[in-house]
């Protein structure tokens, strides 16, 4: 049975003369599993109350709340959740500060990806529903027809690809500062499925990972089936440097 998106709380910038920031809340059901992702900064905690009350739902139902990356506008209101574990880009936190590595097939239904850019420590939730896969990915976009220069990417060019990889991969991308809006490529991917990676340009995919190969420079310099990730070069390669560029 596949989950559910919604937008709890829709994120906003100082640009929009809402004064401040805050980020796009959502929520995320599958099966027995109730997930949050990105309480970030609120005028009023009861905002964020009531739009899961309308859920039939309230902050002790949920079991993960999930960060898309390491922007306090992200997470501020990350203690509003007594009975949560915390997803993040290193992993997955219980209540006692022990951690566990989490599954890239989180769940049949939820995939995990690393897309940094924005910062280094983003991650994306591609989640199968019935109208087809949401990507939740916090600030690799902001909001829809948003500039693409993004001034406080700390890489741009692991964003570009990041943007390229969440595009290709979804039908709707729910943003970190706006509502959900629908991807150009939407009809192409109507039978796509979660860990079938689906994307615009056919340069391959790492042997190891099956991550696409969207540029030339994803791809090991010595081991060309292979991506820079999952490049087994020895440290000390006079070629190839891949391995110090690992997430």
């Known amino acids: 049975m596949p989950a559910k998106v919604k937008v709890l709380v829709e994120g906003y910038l100082t640009s929009d003369s809402k004064g401040g920031t805050g980020s796009t809340v959502s929520l995320v059901s599958d099966e027995e599993i109730i997930i949050v992702v990105d309480p ?13 009350r309308s859920e039939g739902l309230s902050a002790d139902d949920v079991d993960v709340v999930c960060i898309t990356h390491s922007h306090v506008d992200h997470y501020a209101n990350i203690g509003m959740f007594p009975n949560a574990d915390i997803l993040e880009y290193y992993g997955i936190w219980n209540k006692e500060g022990r951690m566990t590595n989490w599954k890239e097939t989180f769940t049949e239904n939820i995939q995990i990806l690393k ?5 280094e420590t983003c991650i994306t939730l591609f989640v199968k529903t019935d109208d087809g896969v949401v990507a939740i990915c916090g600030d690799v976009f902001w909001k829809e027809d948003y500039p693409e220069v993004d001034y406080y990417a700390t890489d741009s060019l692991r964003l570009e690809h990041s943007r390229k990889l969440v595009k290709s991969m979804s039908h709707w991308i729910v943003p970190g500062h706006a509502g959900i809006y629908k991807t150009q490529n939407g009809k192409r991917l109507k039978d796509a499925k979660i860990g079938k990676k ?34 087994q070069c020895d440290m000390d390669c006079a070629v190839c440097r891949c391995k110090h560029r690992q997430f």
């Not at 970030?40 to 899961?52: T, V, Y």
């Not at 897309?115 to 910062?119: D, E, L, Q, R, Y």
């Not at 420079?217 to 060309?224: I, T």
């Open 40 to 52: 970030g900064f609120l005028k009023d905690r009861q905002i964020l109350i009531d739009a899961l």
């Open 115 to 119: 897309t940094p850019g924005h910062n």
């Open 198 to 231: 689906v994307v615009i340009k056919n340069g391959g995919r790492c042997k190891k990972c099956h991550r696409p190969f969207l540029k030339s420079k994803d791809k090991c310099l010595c081991q060309e089936w292979l991506c820079y990730r999952c490049c």
